[in-house]
Structures are given as structure tokens and as C-alpha cells.
């Protein structure tokens, strides 16, 4: 398989970045009770970055887009309630996070 280069990084930043935001999520997972840890599930996948896509409950979803430049809070986040309605942006970033989780590893 090809090496992925990131325009700006050096070589090993983004598996370091990987692994650091992996261990921000399982250090606090193991603490939580056992009923609380099994809801949270991480994954990851071998795909560009283009959304950072949280869907709680099924019916709110928390989207950042990756912007290569702008870091945290520099990115906007949005917050998106499915209203049901067919042409809304719920189910659009619904169907990405779901594509994603299906071609996705768990840690």
C-alpha cells in the first residue's frame, strides 16, 4: 500500500495525532462503569478526513468539518435535530457516519 502524505505535516504526525486522540476517549472510557463504557464505541477507519460526526440518540448529530489549516476552535461546529424531513442535513451526515462506521475497525 502507497504511503499517505498530509501537505504540511511530517512523516508520523498524523499517526501520533491518531493515537493521542484515541487515548483522550479510552483513558476516561475506563473509568466509567461498565454499563456506560459499552455505549461508548470507537472506531477508526482508513479514509481522508473530511467531517468530525457525532450523532447522539438518533436524532441530534454534532458535525465539524475538517479544515486542514484551522485546528479546535477554529473549525465551526453545527448542531443538526432531525426534523424527519427528507431533504435535511440529519440525514445526510446520518448516512456518512453510518458509510463510515461500516468500513471502520473498532480500537
Not at 501520533?16 to 477508526?44: C, F, H, Q
Amino acid at each position: 500500500m502507497a504511503a499517505r502524505v498530509e501537505k504540511g505535516y511530517k512523516d508520523g504526525t498524523l499517526t501520533t495525532l491518531t493515537a493521542l486522540n484515541i487515548s483522550m476517549l479510552t483513558r476516561p472510557k475506563a473509568r466509567l462503569a461498565p454499563e456506560a463504557a459499552e455505549l461508548l464505541e470507537l472506531r477508526v477507519y482508513d479514509e481522508t478526513i473530511r467531517f468530525n460526526i457525532l450523532i447522539v440518540d438518533g436524532a441530534t448529530c454534532v458535525v465539524q468539518p475538517y479544515l486542514p489549516q484551522a485546528r479546535g476552535v477554529d473549525s465551526p461546529t453545527i448542531v443538526i435535530n432531525d426534523n424527519t424531513a427528507a431533504d435535511g442535513l440529519f440525514p445526510v451526515f446520518d448516512q456518512v457516519f453510518t458509510s463510515m462506521w461500516e468500513q471502520s475497525s473498532p480500537v
